[in-house]
């Protein structure tokens, strides 16, 4: 499953009439916002675009939507969703809504992303910063990346621009990756295609062999920052002509110095973990539902076994113990030294003796002699013949 985050839709300009200030405070007049409806040549060039990404091997697509600045409330329309009701269904396919923000010195002091406007985010599913300067940089890797209803999941950079307007500092990317935000490289740039939606949105008026320049040179950076991990790689061109397929993007990847298996994981697996987790911002802290404790069922080998008696192991090819039996002599002998120690009182002596523990030389002559006195009392009791 190859997936591309970025495919950019075409800004709509409404003709919305603007209040005029002779009548302001006049009379309170609620504004509704026009329905935002794209022409029919926009939609054919839309659905051309979208089959030729099919064609190619994509099966997951989100568009996108860029936003200067910041996000206003009084002013922002989202263009999207009437976007997916013009657009034709189509089987095994998903459609993706992702908003970005360009953000500038401007956007330091705030660019909406605070819980007051938590409803204008709710219909978009990837929200991605694009940070033009190093104070905005700085808030979009630290501040906009944790976990909460309105976390930052993608974090795109000009890569075309004449030359980064920040340095790419180890403490604030490695914050970003451990917070679970990616970095996104657009292969437009790589094209040098004039329809990059990232440079036109960033205010980059290079092109051409520069901007391909441009792009190699900052591309190579941000892989060699993040040492590979945490990297998306997406479209973001315009045109048919500069769109290529999965396999062909991985085999450029890999020449800014990705390894074959992270090259094909920027367009597979981290793109689908990404989603996965871009899903957790409609609930508390990364939690997705209830959990729930599942217990397993007692098998018929198992509850056969717990009932196995213990002789019946012998049954079953395993050797029943048997008691060891002494030798009969061994026996009597520790008997009698049993007896004498309890007629001696020697009851606290014997019990430091072991009871294997062989005779001692006096014991062994004082049973020799007890054995001639019973010998010669039998032979004096016999009758004289």
């Known amino acids: ?23 302001k405070g006049k009379q309170p007049q609620q504004q509704q916002k026009p329905a935002i409806l794209f022409t029919p040549a926009q939609i054919s060039a839309i659905e051309a675009r979208i089959d030729l990404l099919v064609y190619l091997g994509y099966t997951v697509l989100a568009f996108n939507q860029n936003v200067q600045k910041r996000v206003d409330p009084k002013s922002h329309v989202n263009t999207l969703d009437p976007l997916l009701l013009q657009l034709r269904k189509r089987s095994g396919v ?15 002091k705030g660019f909406g992303l605070t819980t007051s406007n938590a409803a204008l985010f709710t219909p978009y599913d ?12 700085s808030l979009a890797c630290q501040s906009h990346t944790t976990p909460s209803p309105l976390t930052a999941h993608i974090i795109c950079l000009p890569l075309t621009s004449p030359r980064l307007p920040f340095n790419l500092k180890h403490t604030m990317v490695r914050t970003a990756l451990r917070n679970g935000a990616v970095f996104e490289i657009s292969y ?9 939606a990232s440079t036109s949105a960033a205010g980059s008026s290079e092109g051409g062999a520069s901007a391909k320049r441009n792009w190699w040179a900052a591309a190579r950076e941000v892989v060699r ?20 397929a999965p396999r062909d993007i991985g085999n450029l990847i890999t020449v800014l110095g990705l390894p074959q298996n992270q090259a094909h994981d920027a367009a597979t697996k981290t793109p ?12 508390y802290r990364a939690v997705f539902s209830e959990p729930t404790v599942i217990i397993p069922a007692v098998t018929a080998e198992t509850s056969s076994q717990a009932t196995i008696p213990e002789g019946a192991a012998s049954s ?45 030389q006096p014991e062994r002559e004082k049973e020799g002699a007890q054995r001639k006195k019973k010998k010669a009392k039998s032979s004096a009791n016999l009758p004289a013949q």
């Open 272 to 283: 689908q973990s990404l989603i996965a987790r871009a899903q957790t911002r409609r609930t």
């Open 1 to 23: 499953m190859y997936i591309d985050l970025n495919v950019p839709v075409p800004t709509i300009t409404d003709g919305a009439p603007m209040p005029s200030k002779k009548s």
């Open 225 to 244: 920052v993040t040492k590979g991990k945490g990297i998306i790689v997406t479209g973001g061109v315009l045109s048919q002509a500069d769109l290529r």
């Open 188 to 196: 437009a740039g790589a094209l040098g295609a004039e329809s990059d």
């Open 94 to 108: 998903a459609y993706l809504k992702r908003l970005t923000i360009v953000l500038n010195e401007e956007s330091e």
């Open 126 to 137: 990837l929200i991605a910063l694009l940070p033009t300067t190093a104070g905005s940089f």
């Open 316 to 360: 079953q090819g395993q050797p029943a113990a048997t008691p060891t039996v002494g030798n009969g002599e061994a026996q009597k002998a520790h008997n009698k030294k049993r007896s004498r120690s309890e007629d001696d009182g020697g009851a606290q002596q014997s019990a430091d003796v072991p009871a294997d523990a062989p005779p001692t």
